[in-house]
T-cell receptor
Framework: NAGVTQTPKFRVLKTGQSMTLLCAQDMNHEYMYWYRQDPGMGLRLIHY???????AKGEVPDGYNVSRLKKQNFLLGLESAAPSQTSVYFCASTLEVVSTQYFGPGTRLTVL | AQKVTQAQTEISVVEKEDVTLDCVYETRDTTYYLFWYKQPPSGELVFLIR??????QNEISGRYSWNFQKSTSSFNFTITASQVVDSAVYFC????????FGSGTQLTVLP
């Protein structure tokens, strides 16, 4: 039981490049979330999903897209990376909407 | 809109001292949940506690205790006899449909 995993752990991009972050969970959780963590700002919700095939915007969705084609996977895409997207990205999942969220180890992304 | 305020940005204590981390929240929901997470220097987020809005009983788990006061919208976290391994960033979070995090408190426990 791996819990929540994230791929990759680190990535450096140039401005304008695109990439996809993968989040996978093996706990059969319905809800999945993508957050970004910036110094002094805690975690902010980017997008979330309440089930396979569904996605919704969070607090800071601009510049990101997501997809949940399979229940166990939640992908976060950056179509044209900008330096302002330099951050640590965390994925989380939970069984019910107000259950405890279990977090992945994070992805550190730097956009030059 | 929901809001979580952790006014203490950084706290430094000497080992074996007690320390309290403050958390004040705002919500219009009548049913909600409060959480504390720990983020050690290694970077992962570790779940500590979840409390629902109908349960105002204080909770103790080893050296950790939590004081939930609905009247003051606060959910404070106390570490008794702190240890160096307690050094981390601690986040308070509020949830009903989504989780809203505070900005975190960096706790440093000096030997």
């Amino acid at each position: 039981n791996a819990g929540v995993t994230q791929t990759p752990k680190f990535r450096v991009l140039k401005t304008g490049q695109s990439m996809t972050l993968l989040c996978a969970q093996d706990m059969n959780h319905e809800y999945m979330y993508w957050y970004r963590q910036d110094p002094g700002m805690g975690l902010r919700l980017i997008h979330y999903s309440v089930g396979e095939g569904t996605t919704a915007k969070g607090e800071v969705p601009d510049g990101y897209n997501v997809s949940r084609l399979k229940k166990q996977n939640f992908l976060l895409g950056l179509e044209s990376a900008a330096p302002s997207q330099t951050s640590v990205y965390f994925c989380a999942s939970t069984l019910e909407v107000v259950s405890t969220q279990y977090f992945g180890p994070g992805t550190r992304l730097t956009v030059l | 809109a929901q809001k979580v305020t952790q006014a203490q940005t950084e706290i430094s204590v000497v080992e074996k001292e007690d320390v309290t981390l403050d958390c004040v929240y705002e919500t219009r929901d009548t049913t909600y949940y409060l959480f504390w997470y720990k983020q050690p220097p290694s970077g992962e987020l570790v779940f500590l506690i979840r409390r629902n809005s109908f349960d105002e009983q204080n909770e103790i788990s080893g050296r950790y205790s939590w004081n939930f006061q609905k009247s003051t919208s606060s959910f404070n976290f106390t570490i008794t006899a702190s240890q160096v391994v307690d050094s981390a960033v601690y986040f308070c979070a509020l949830g009903s449909r989504q989780l809203t995090f505070g900005s975190g408190t960096q706790l440093t426990v000096l030997p």
